[in-house]
Structure formats: structure tokens, C-alpha cells
């Protein structure tokens, strides 16, 4: 279902914490997980669960950083 490139660009997305968070939030276990990231087969709904919450992990991570920098220019940038 997803090629390779796409499992490996999603994994260099994902925080250092990634894999522990999706175990957290979809109940599926961390070896399942890991055989995603490795392209190795798994059930196909499985594979939507992690690809899903991994999407969503790696997109409140992007508007964090940008929430804080934003917020460290905004410190930066005010005159005392």
C-alpha cells in the first residue's frame, strides 16, 4: 500500500518520540510499528492506523516549532 520512500519519508518526519506516542494513542504495539517503519508487511488496517496518527503526530509537531518560533522572534524583536 505505501512504497518505500513514502515509509521512509514518513519515518524521518516522525519526533524522537514518535513511535512510543503512536503506541499510546492507537493501542497497537511497538513491534507491529517498527515492522511498519521497515516496510515489512502488516495487516492493512494496522498500517492506516500508524500512517494516520503518524500524520497527525508529525503535523502537531510542525505548528509547535513554528508556534515557538514565532513566539522567540516576538521576544527577540520587542524594544525595552
Given amino acids: 500500500m505505501f512504497t ?10 516522525l519526533p524522537l518520540k514518535g513511535i512510543q506516542m503512536i503506541k499510546s494513542r492507537t493501542g497497537i504495539s511497538r513491534p507491529t510499528i517498527y515492522k511498519f517503519l521497515e516496510g515489512e508487511e502488516i495487516r492493512l488496517h494496522l498500517a492506516e492506523k500508524i500512517w494516520k496518527e503518524g500524520w497527525l503526530i508529525i503535523q502537531e509537531m510542525k505548528e509547535k516549532r513554528a508556534e515557538l518560533k514565532r513566539h522567540a522572534e516576538d521576544v527577540l524583536n520587542k524594544e525595552y
Fill in 4 to 13: 518505500r520512500e513514502e515509509v521512509k519519508a514518513f519515518k524521518d518526519e
